[in-house]
């Protein structure tokens, strides 16, 4: 039994590796000397503090944090009620709904651009003939964004709502609570987690995206995938390996506290049916 487990655990091991040495290979360059990406010649913290002196990698990260922020709430927001709004739907208009939900998300990140920006040069061809300035920019960013967002908060969300029983919301409204009520004080912290989960994958799909971005912003905005693509032209600065291991030991560090919060609350929920039975 003992052996059989080897072949997987190898398996595992190789998984692990191919995943995770790029980024152990990145984190040791970002304190390499010199600007060698093949050879370590010794350690130093200058590319960290050029990194903070650097204005345009500072304010394209400002922005970046400022635009996933944003599109997150509004994404969740948005996916939340329209998850809540599916489960109560009929079946057969649902399955059409969730199958339109699940489009965007196979769907290619190129041809999700292409089609936002003609969309969004269309509206402002609309716009300009009215005699009004637009064109695009931080809006058509961040309206793209949240767009690409919502089928991920959805998905998120609606096999927490599976889990519910169908009696709890019409408990709530026979104790007395109104219909808003009962969804904001019962069936919102049922569902929270798939929320949380929702609107932690948003922020991160719009933190990583590059293609979408590309096609939907106009020249005066940059978004950080955008500024260092620019930079692969010519040669990669030290300083985006420090950015990047800024940002892994500033995800890992919340996924690490996001574990253990969840850790004792499922240990509390736990305390609480024991002493109750």
């Given at each position: 039994m003992k052996h059989s487990r080897v072949p997987g655990r190898v398996l595992q091991g190789f998984i692990a590796v191919f995943l995770y040495a790029p980024i152990l290979v990145l984190i040791v360059f970002s304190f390499n000397a010199t600007k060698s990406r093949v050879k370590f010649e010794g350690f130093t913290l200058d590319w960290y503090a050029k990194l903070f002196e650097d204005r345009q990698v500072l304010s394209a990260l400002y922005l970046t944090l400022v635009l996933a922020v944003l599109s997150a709430l509004a994404a969740t927001v948005i996916g939340t009620v329209s998850a809540i709004g599916l489960h109560n739907m009929k079946r057969r208009p649902r399955k059409a709904l969730l199958a339109l939900n699940n489009i965007p998300v196979v769907n290619p990140d190129i041809i999700t651009g292409v089609s936002l920006m003609l969309v969004f040069l269309l509206c402002v061809s609309f716009l300009r003939s009215l005699g009004l300035r637009a064109g695009l920019g931080f809006t058509t960013l961040l309206l793209a964004h949240?767009?690409?967002?919502?089928?991920?908060?959805?998905?998120?969300?609606?096999?927490?709502?599976?889990?519910?029983?169908?009696?709890?919301?019409?408990?709530?409204?026979?104790?007395?609570?109104?219909?808003?009520?009962?969804y904001r004080r019962v069936i919102l912290p049922e569902i929270m987690p798939g929320v949380v989960s929702g609107a932690i994958i948003a922020f991160t799909m719009s933190i990583d995206d590059f293609l979408i971005s590309y096609f939907?912003?106009?020249?005066?905005?940059?978004?950080?995938?955008?500024?260092?693509?620019?930079?692969?032209?010519?040669?990669?600065?030290?300083?985006?390996?420090?950015?990047?291991?800024?940002?892994?030991?500033?995800?890992?560090?919340?996924?690490?506290?996001?574990?253990?919060?969840?850790?004792?609350?499922?240990?509390?929920?736990e305390r609480r049916f024991r002493a109750v039975s």
């Open positions: 949240v767009t690409f967002n919502i089928p991920y908060v959805i998905l998120s969300v609606m096999p927490k709502l599976r889990q519910l029983s169908r009696n709890t919301y019409e408990a709530a409204l026979d104790l007395g609570a109104n219909p808003f009520q009962a939907t912003t106009g020249t005066s905005v940059q978004t950080l995938p955008m500024v260092i693509y620019a930079m692969t032209r010519k040669r990669i600065s030290p300083e985006i390996n420090a950015l990047s291991t800024l940002m892994f030991l500033t995800v890992l560090v919340l996924l690490i506290v996001i574990n253990i919060l969840q850790s004792r609350d499922q240990k509390e929920k």
